[in-house]
Nanobody, 128 residues
Framework: QVHLVESGGGSVQAGGSLRLSCAVS????????LAWFRQAPGKEREEVAT????????NYADSVKGRFAISQDNTQNTVYLQMNRLKPEDTAMYYC?????????????????????WGQGTQVTVSS
């Protein structure tokens, strides 16, 4: 079972940056799809970015393209979400998710249940 723990959330002014981290344990192979989601109060959960560790392929939601970047450290123990030029509408709880043994594919709308492991979330608040 993959275990995920997020950190790095906080409060920042619009235009600022934050880097979220997700510590990954319980699965060491590179054949794993990792993702960041977010959910704001009263809104549906949004798939923000995906990363396939096997080849480094990434995908992003249109709302964050050019501002956010997902990456993994060399040990494959941590996946990051670098968030630049933050906007108030980026305010949300951010979650890390994982699906071992499958590629992410190109979709940013994975079906319910695709990701089998979730972190507890970290809050990001962007003030104007």
């Amino acid at each position: 079972q993959v275990h995920l723990v997020e950190s790095g959330g906080g409060s920042v002014q619009a235009g600022g940056s934050l880097r979220l981290s997700c510590a990954v344990s319980g699965y060491t192979a590179s054949t794993i799809c990792l993702a960041w989601f977010r959910q704001a109060p009263g809104k549906e959960r949004e798939e923000v970015a995906t990363f396939y560790a096997g080849d480094g392929n990434t995908n992003y939601a249109d709302s964050v393209k050019g501002r956010f970047a997902i990456s993994q450290d060399n040990t494959q123990n941590t996946v990051y979400l670098q968030m630049n030029r933050l906007k108030p509408e980026d305010t949300a709880m951010y979650y890390c998710a994982a699906r071992p043994r499958l590629r992410c594919g190109s979709t940013m709308n994975h079906f319910e249940g695709f990701f089998t492991s979730w972190g507890q979330g970290t809050q990001v608040t962007v003030s104007s």
